[in-house]
């Protein structure tokens, strides 16, 4: 079983900066991607960045320029920098990790608040 944890969500006003922890742990054996999504109370969970082992970062059009993705792949851990937050931002979010045809795992989330 795999397990994620997160950390670093919190409040921060307007044009501040947070950043997010997601460790993984457990028997892991595939990791395809690590990636983080968000969901804002009333709307879809949607993708906020991910990044392919081995391959380059894919980023929502919302984030891009503010938000830095980035993994330890040696302690299967990845983490979100998020600069210049917006109130927009606020959301819970969750970390994610694919394992291929093993599955998805989701972390319990962390809420990101941001006041205007």
């Known amino acids: 079983q795999v397990q994620l944890v997160e950390s670093g969500g919190g409040l921060v006003q307007t044009g501040g900066s947070l950043r997010l922890s997601c460790a993984a742990s457990g028997t892991i054996f595939i990791i395809n991607a690590m990636g983080w999504y968000r969901q804002a109370p009333g709307k879809q969970r949607e993708l906020v960045a991910d990044?392919?082992?081995?391959?380059?970062?894919h980023y929502a059009d919302s984030v891009k320029g503010r938000f830095t993705i980035s993994r330890d792949y040696a302690k299967n851990t990845v983490y979100l920098q998020m600069n210049d937050l917006k109130p927009e931002d606020t959301a819970t979010y969750y970390c994610?990790?694919?394992?291929?045809?093993?599955?998805?795992?989701w972390g319990q989330g962390t809420q990101v608040t941001v006041s205007s």
């Open positions: 990044s392919a082992s081995g391959g380059f970062p």
């Open positions: 994610h990790l694919d394992s291929g045809y093993l599955g998805d795992y």
